[in-house]
Nanobody
Framework: QVQLVESGGGLVQPGGSLRLSCAAS????????MAWYRQAPGKERELVAR????????EYADSVKGRFTISRDNTKNTVHLQMNSLKPEDTAVYYC???????????????WGQGTQVTVSS
């Protein structure tokens, strides 16, 4: 019913930048929050940034505050993550997440993208 497709991952040197994008498609009635999570090898998946919409400010993990910026384009059902001043510890698989109410449902559910690898290394 719903697909989240990420793009923009890759290999970058420390101090560099990357921009991740995620597009939601399908039988979407309403998208509530959209977020980015990441999971490094041997670690649990963690929230990186979340956009709530409706004027509520986004939230960020302490480790990325001031370096990463999340943004949404509600007309295109997309969310982006601008990552600047990247560090080796930012290396992980990044997952797009969205809380979506589909046309045939009464309550929203969480949906996930397939993940995109971000590697920060010299």
């Amino acid at each position: 019913q719903v697909q989240l497709v990420e793009s923009g991952g890759g290999l970058v040197q420390p101090g560099g930048s990357l921009r991740l994008s995620c597009a939601a498609s399908g039988s979407i009635f309403r998208i509530d929050a959209m977020a980015w999570y990441r999971q490094a090898p041997g670690k649990e998946r963690e929230l990186v940034a979340r956009s709530f919409g409706g004027g509520r400010p986004p939230e960020y993990a302490d480790s990325v505050k001031g370096r990463f910026t999340i943004s949404r384009d509600n007309t295109k059902n997309t969310v982006h993550l601008q990552m600047n001043s990247l560090k080796p510890e930012d290396t992980a698989v990044y997952y797009c997440n969205a809380r979506i109410l589909v046309i045939t449902a009464w309550v929203p559910n969480d949906y996930w993208g397939q993940g995109t690898q971000v590697t920060v290394s010299s």
